[in-house]
Protein backbone atom coordinates (compact mmCIF):
# COMPACT_ATOMS: atom_id res chain seq x y z
CA UNK A 1 0.00 0.00 0.00
CA UNK A 2 1.26 3.27 -0.98
CA UNK A 3 1.79 5.59 1.90
CA UNK A 4 3.74 8.18 3.98
CA UNK A 5 4.58 6.93 7.27
CA UNK A 6 5.77 8.93 10.62
CA UNK A 7 7.08 7.99 13.89
CA UNK A 8 6.28 8.79 16.78
CA UNK A 9 2.43 9.58 16.62
CA UNK A 10 2.28 11.27 19.79
CA UNK A 11 5.61 12.91 22.03
CA UNK A 12 5.76 14.72 25.52
CA UNK A 13 9.18 15.67 26.12
CA UNK A 14 10.76 18.48 28.17
CA UNK A 15 12.78 22.01 26.74
CA UNK A 16 15.90 21.17 25.58
CA UNK A 17 16.02 17.42 24.95
CA UNK A 18 16.65 16.93 21.36
CA UNK A 19 13.79 14.66 19.32
CA UNK A 20 13.91 13.25 16.01
CA UNK A 21 10.13 12.90 14.17
CA UNK A 22 10.87 10.02 10.98
CA UNK A 23 8.81 10.26 7.87
CA UNK A 24 9.25 7.44 5.54
CA UNK A 25 7.16 7.10 1.95
CA UNK A 26 7.33 3.67 -0.17
CA UNK A 27 6.41 5.38 -3.63
CA UNK A 28 9.94 6.34 -4.64
CA UNK A 29 8.93 9.90 -4.90
CA UNK A 30 11.35 12.61 -5.06
CA UNK A 31 9.79 15.51 -3.27
CA UNK A 32 9.22 15.44 0.24
CA UNK A 33 8.31 18.19 2.91
CA UNK A 34 7.61 19.16 6.54
CA UNK A 35 4.91 21.03 7.76
CA UNK A 36 3.91 22.17 11.02
CA UNK A 37 -0.21 22.89 12.00
CA UNK A 38 -1.18 25.75 14.37
CA UNK A 39 -4.79 26.46 15.11
CA UNK A 40 -5.41 30.02 13.55
CA UNK A 41 -2.09 29.67 10.99
CA UNK A 42 -2.56 27.05 9.22
CA UNK A 43 -0.15 24.50 7.23
CA UNK A 44 3.47 26.05 7.12
CA UNK A 45 6.04 24.62 5.94
CA UNK A 46 9.13 24.19 7.83
CA UNK A 47 11.80 22.40 5.33
CA UNK A 48 11.20 20.70 1.99
CA UNK A 49 13.49 18.89 -0.29
CA UNK A 50 13.52 18.03 -3.98
CA UNK A 51 15.74 14.79 -3.84
CA UNK A 52 18.63 12.92 -2.26
CA UNK A 53 21.21 15.25 -0.47
CA UNK A 54 18.93 18.25 -1.70
CA UNK A 55 17.26 19.93 1.32
CA UNK A 56 15.87 23.73 1.13
CA UNK A 57 14.12 25.91 4.13
CA UNK A 58 10.57 26.51 4.35
CA UNK A 59 8.55 29.67 5.83
CA UNK A 60 9.55 28.50 9.17
CA UNK A 61 12.65 26.43 9.59
CA UNK A 62 13.86 27.82 12.65
CA UNK A 63 14.93 25.58 15.12
CA UNK A 64 14.82 22.43 13.08
CA UNK A 65 17.23 20.74 11.13
CA UNK A 66 15.98 17.70 8.51
CA UNK A 67 18.32 15.26 6.03
CA UNK A 68 17.87 13.63 2.85
CA UNK A 69 20.64 10.18 2.77
CA UNK A 70 18.17 8.05 1.22
CA UNK A 71 15.18 8.86 -1.27
CA UNK A 72 12.68 7.10 1.05
CA UNK A 73 13.43 8.85 4.51
CA UNK A 74 13.07 12.68 5.39
CA UNK A 75 13.70 12.90 9.33
CA UNK A 76 12.98 16.23 11.03
CA UNK A 77 15.55 17.27 13.92
CA UNK A 78 14.69 19.11 16.46
CA UNK A 79 17.90 19.82 18.47
CA UNK A 80 17.13 22.07 21.56
CA UNK A 81 13.23 21.90 21.10
CA UNK A 82 11.24 24.29 23.27
CA UNK A 83 7.47 25.14 24.07
CA UNK A 84 6.62 26.99 21.12
CA UNK A 85 7.50 23.97 18.99
CA UNK A 86 4.31 22.50 20.45
CA UNK A 87 2.01 21.67 17.35
CA UNK A 88 1.26 19.11 15.00
CA UNK A 89 3.56 17.91 12.47
CA UNK A 90 3.03 16.84 9.19
CA UNK A 91 5.18 14.84 6.29
CA UNK A 92 4.00 15.23 2.77
CA UNK A 93 5.50 13.66 -0.59
CA UNK A 94 4.73 14.08 -4.41
CA UNK A 95 5.96 12.49 -7.21
CA UNK A 96 8.04 14.93 -9.05
CA UNK A 97 7.63 18.51 -7.77
CA UNK A 98 5.86 20.30 -5.45
CA UNK A 99 2.44 21.01 -6.44
CA UNK A 100 3.14 19.61 -10.27
CA UNK A 101 1.85 16.29 -8.56
CA UNK A 102 -0.60 15.72 -5.55
CA UNK A 103 1.28 15.77 -2.04
CA UNK A 104 0.43 12.12 0.19
CA UNK A 105 0.74 13.54 3.71
CA UNK A 106 1.55 11.30 6.69
CA UNK A 107 -0.79 10.71 9.86
CA UNK A 108 0.57 13.45 11.72
CA UNK A 109 3.04 13.87 14.39
CA UNK A 110 1.59 15.88 17.21
CA UNK A 111 4.44 17.02 19.48
CA UNK A 112 4.25 18.26 23.09
CA UNK A 113 7.18 20.53 24.52
CA UNK A 114 7.11 20.73 28.17
CA UNK B 1 6.20 38.44 0.44
CA UNK B 2 4.17 35.61 -1.07
CA UNK B 3 0.96 34.13 0.88
CA UNK B 4 -2.40 32.68 0.08
CA UNK B 5 -5.77 34.15 1.79
CA UNK B 6 -8.66 31.93 1.92
CA UNK B 7 -12.19 32.95 2.99
CA UNK B 8 -14.31 33.21 5.27
CA UNK B 9 -12.34 31.21 7.29
CA UNK B 10 -15.76 30.12 9.09
CA UNK B 11 -19.31 28.76 7.43
CA UNK B 12 -22.08 27.04 8.46
CA UNK B 13 -24.70 25.92 6.08
CA UNK B 14 -27.38 23.60 6.15
CA UNK B 15 -27.57 20.31 4.06
CA UNK B 16 -28.84 20.69 0.35
CA UNK B 17 -27.00 24.17 0.62
CA UNK B 18 -24.67 25.16 -2.26
CA UNK B 19 -21.06 26.68 -0.96
CA UNK B 20 -18.48 28.27 -2.93
CA UNK B 21 -15.08 29.10 -1.15
CA UNK B 22 -12.39 31.40 -1.87
CA UNK B 23 -8.45 31.47 -1.98
CA UNK B 24 -6.77 34.35 -3.22
CA UNK B 25 -2.69 34.39 -3.96
CA UNK B 26 -0.01 36.72 -4.37
CA UNK B 27 2.92 33.82 -4.67
CA UNK B 28 6.00 35.07 -7.06
CA UNK B 29 6.57 32.35 -10.20
CA UNK B 30 2.70 30.74 -9.53
CA UNK B 31 3.23 27.40 -10.84
CA UNK B 32 -0.01 25.47 -9.52
CA UNK B 33 -2.53 25.98 -6.66
CA UNK B 34 -3.82 23.18 -4.99
CA UNK B 35 -7.10 22.51 -3.00
CA UNK B 36 -7.64 19.73 0.38
CA UNK B 37 -10.24 18.78 2.65
CA UNK B 38 -9.11 17.99 5.90
CA UNK B 39 -11.04 16.43 8.26
CA UNK B 40 -9.74 15.07 11.59
CA UNK B 41 -6.66 13.28 9.96
CA UNK B 42 -3.86 14.40 7.53
CA UNK B 43 -4.99 16.42 4.29
CA UNK B 44 -6.31 14.84 1.28
CA UNK B 45 -5.92 16.13 -2.44
CA UNK B 46 -9.05 17.08 -4.23
CA UNK B 47 -7.99 19.24 -7.08
CA UNK B 48 -4.81 20.46 -8.50
CA UNK B 49 -5.27 23.67 -10.99
CA UNK B 50 -2.50 25.52 -13.39
CA UNK B 51 -4.86 27.10 -16.18
CA UNK B 52 -7.29 29.84 -15.96
CA UNK B 53 -10.72 29.38 -16.98
CA UNK B 54 -10.56 25.26 -16.96
CA UNK B 55 -13.04 23.81 -14.76
CA UNK B 56 -12.06 20.99 -12.51
CA UNK B 57 -14.89 18.63 -11.33
CA UNK B 58 -15.34 15.24 -9.06
CA UNK B 59 -19.17 14.60 -7.95
CA UNK B 60 -20.28 17.62 -6.25
CA UNK B 61 -17.22 19.56 -6.17
CA UNK B 62 -15.64 21.78 -8.96
CA UNK B 63 -12.62 24.17 -8.89
CA UNK B 64 -11.93 27.07 -11.11
CA UNK B 65 -8.69 29.02 -10.82
CA UNK B 66 -8.48 32.96 -12.57
CA UNK B 67 -4.37 33.13 -12.87
CA UNK B 68 -5.09 37.10 -13.89
CA UNK B 69 -7.26 38.46 -10.67
CA UNK B 70 -5.16 35.67 -8.70
CA UNK B 71 -7.72 33.58 -7.37
CA UNK B 72 -9.75 30.08 -7.23
CA UNK B 73 -12.64 28.74 -6.06
CA UNK B 74 -14.19 26.10 -4.47
CA UNK B 75 -17.96 25.20 -5.16
CA UNK B 76 -19.79 21.95 -3.30
CA UNK B 77 -23.59 21.74 -4.04
CA UNK B 78 -26.08 19.64 -2.73
CA UNK B 79 -24.19 20.13 0.75
CA UNK B 80 -23.89 16.68 3.00
CA UNK B 81 -22.46 16.53 6.42
CA UNK B 82 -19.72 14.38 5.24
CA UNK B 83 -18.33 17.52 3.78
CA UNK B 84 -18.20 19.26 6.99
CA UNK B 85 -13.91 19.54 7.15
CA UNK B 86 -11.57 22.04 6.74
CA UNK B 87 -10.55 22.93 3.01
CA UNK B 88 -6.89 24.15 2.57
CA UNK B 89 -5.90 26.12 -0.12
CA UNK B 90 -1.99 26.05 -1.37
CA UNK B 91 0.13 27.63 -3.78
CA UNK B 92 3.19 26.01 -5.08
CA UNK B 93 5.93 29.21 -6.10
CA UNK B 94 9.15 30.26 -7.04
CA UNK B 95 11.99 27.72 -5.68
CA UNK B 96 9.65 24.70 -4.85
CA UNK B 97 7.97 26.15 -1.49
CA UNK B 98 4.76 25.66 -0.78
CA UNK B 99 2.54 27.96 0.54
CA UNK B 100 -0.88 26.76 2.39
CA UNK B 101 -3.92 29.37 3.02
CA UNK B 102 -5.25 28.89 6.70
CA UNK B 103 -8.23 26.95 5.63
CA UNK B 104 -11.84 27.81 5.53
CA UNK B 105 -13.91 25.64 8.57
CA UNK B 106 -16.96 24.23 6.78
CA UNK B 107 -19.70 22.49 9.20
CA UNK B 108 -22.59 21.07 7.71
CA UNK B 109 -25.94 20.84 9.89
CA UNK B 110 -28.28 18.41 9.01
Known amino acids: EAQVTQNPRYLITVTGKKLTVTCSQN?????MSWYRQDPGLGLRQIYY???????DKGDVPEGYKVSRKEKRNFPLILESPSPNQTSLYFC?????????????FGPGTRLLVL | EDKVVQSPLSLVVHEGDTVTLNCSYE??????LLWYKQEKKAPTFLFML????IEKKSGRLSSILDKKELFSILNITATQTGDSAVYLC??????????FGKGTRLHILP
Open chain 1, 27 to 31: MNHEY
Open chain 2, 27 to 32: VTNFRS
Open chain 2, 90 to 99: AVAGRDDKII
Open chain 1, 49 to 55: SMNVEAT
Open chain 1, 92 to 104: ASSLIRGAQETQY
Open chain 2, 50 to 53: TSSG
